[in-house]
């Protein structure tokens, strides 16, 4: 009774454990396919001042021009910290907020 119930846990782990790899894989290469449009976005940023010093351009431009680095901690860090994985959702946030507020 108990061999069954500690295989059918074991199981259970290496299938969530499958799961969470794909999971890891689709976002990265979420990310990785989101540098594609970044190429254009990161020459185009600099027009967001065109309106003047504000904290709204700041941030726009910054959150442009940070992504690539978000997103090539996150793939270095994710190996050990699979979580670290969600940094690039930062900027996304960063400008979001900053969008609301001012």
Do not use: C
């Not at 894989?25 to 540098?35: A, E, P």
């Not at 020459?43 to 351009?57: E, P, Q, R």
């Amino acid at each position: 009774m108990w061999s069954e119930q500690h295989q059918v846990s074991s199981l259970l782990a290496a299938e969530n454990k499958r799961r969470k790899k794909i999971y890891y894989f689709l976002l990265l290469g979420l990310w990785l396919v989101l540098l594609v449009p970044w190429s254009f976005l990161s020459y185009v940023a600099i027009f967001a001042f065109d309106s003047g010093l504000t904290i709204k351009a700041y941030v726009f431009a910054y959150s442009i021009w940070t992504y690539p680095v978000a997103v090539l901690i996150a793939s270095v860090l994710s190996i050990r910290w699979p979580r670290t994985l969600l940094l690039p959702v930062v900027n996304l946030l960063a400008f979001l907020v900053i969008s609301i507020l001012f």
